[in-house]
């Protein structure tokens, strides 16, 4: 996926572990503005399971690989 979302996050401490807070906008996500689109093989992100709105506690991107590339990438490298 497009991993600028990876350069703004916040840093938060819950529960004694450090956690790293995003957010993409949800234009971004509907693909109102923009349609966002793996680095690796070019497909278009889907994320219709999701629930806009929603705070997830894990990587959204990350949880959805659509190739094997997305799941050798390093996003601390990027």
């Not at 401490?13 to 995003?22: H, S």
């Not at 993409?24 to 709105?53: A, D, F, K, Q």
């Amino acid at each position: 996926m497009l991993l600028i979302y990876l350069s703004v996050f916040l840093k938060v401490r819950v529960e004694g572990r450090q956690q790293y807070l995003t957010a993409v906008c949800m234009g971004c996500l509907e693909g109102w503005s923009v349609g966002l689109r793996c680095s690796y093989c070019n497909t278009r992100w889907n994320g219709s399971p999701l629930i806009l709105g929603t705070m997830y506690s894990f990587d959204i991107f990350a949880a959805m690989p659509c190739c094997e590339g997305r799941l050798k990438v390093n996003p601390r490298s990027v």
